[in-house]
Each structure stands twice: as structure tokens, then as C-alpha cells.
């Protein structure tokens, strides 16, 4: 599967982003698959962490540092995958990746090296 982020950009401290990944392929209905989809982050110097994840069920797992403030969504078709980010701060500005995974244990642990499948990256920038 493909992914392909969209809609990063500059914006200011407290406004908002909303971020998209489409996928190439419908990564659902497989029996032996339980899907994992997410965004993960990754600023200069820093370790690429987990924002946040939705497994197949439709239930989201956050960052302590995003909860309250990042939603995480698809389309009803499942093919597109959405990071509403509202009340931004500079600590979020990073380098922003879509990723999929088969395992929908990972969603919990967010962890990166779980997944397999990424996206090209979209920046977001935000400035105080």
C-alpha cells in the first residue's frame, strides 16, 4: 500500500491544520489483516514519535501531548485518513507521516518501528 500525505503548512500559534493521507489500496476486509493506520511525527533531533493511531474498530489512541487538541478520522470509504490539529503550538512543528500497519495491537503502543508502510512526509510549521 501507498500513502500520500497532504496539507501541512505555516500557520501561527492556536490556529488550526487539518492533515490527509490517502492510500492507494483498501487495506480492510482482509481476514488475516486487522489494520492499523496513523500519524507520526518527527521534529530536528528528535526521535519520530506517535500521535495518534485508529484501528480497525474505529478507536483512536493519542499522545498525552495532543489529547484535546488532534483528532484522528477517516472517510466512510476508509481510504483517506485525516489529523484535525486545533490549538497549535510551536513544539508541534515536525515533519508529519501517515503510517500503516496489519497488527491492530499497534495502535495502542504507537511505536514506529511497528509499522511498515509510510507516507513522504508534509511539514507543519508553527510560529509564536
Known amino acids: 500500500v501507498q500513502l500520500v500525505e497532504s496539507g501541512g503548512g505555516s500557520v501561527q500559534s492556536g490556529e488550526s491544520l487539518t492533515l490527509s493521507c490517502a492510500f492507494s489500496e483498501y487495506i480492510y476486509g482482509h481476514s488475516e489483516r486487522d489494520p492499523c493506520v496513523g500519524w507520526f511525527r518527527q521534529a530536528p533531533g528528535k526521535q519520530r514519535e506517535g500521535v495518534a493511531t485508529?484501528?480497525?474498530?474505529?478507536?483512536?489512541s493519542y499522545a498525552d501531548s495532543v489529547k484535546g487538541r488532534f483528532t484522528i478520522s477517516q472517510d466512510n470509504a476508509r481510504n483517506t485518513l485525516y489529523l484535525t490539529m486545533n490549538g497549535l503550538k510551536p513544539e508541534d512543528t515536525a515533519m508529519y507521516y501517515c503510517?500503516?500497519?496489519?497488527?491492530?495491537?499497534?495502535?495502542?503502543?504507537?511505536?514506529?518501528?511497528?509499522?511498515?508502510?509510510w507516507g513522504q512526509g508534509t511539514q507543519v510549521t508553527v510560529s509564536s
Open positions: 503510517a500503516a500497519a496489519y497488527r491492530g495491537h499497534y495502535c495502542r503502543l504507537r511505536r514506529a518501528n511497528n509499522f511498515p508502510y
Open positions: 485508529i484501528d480497525s474498530n474505529g478507536s483512536p
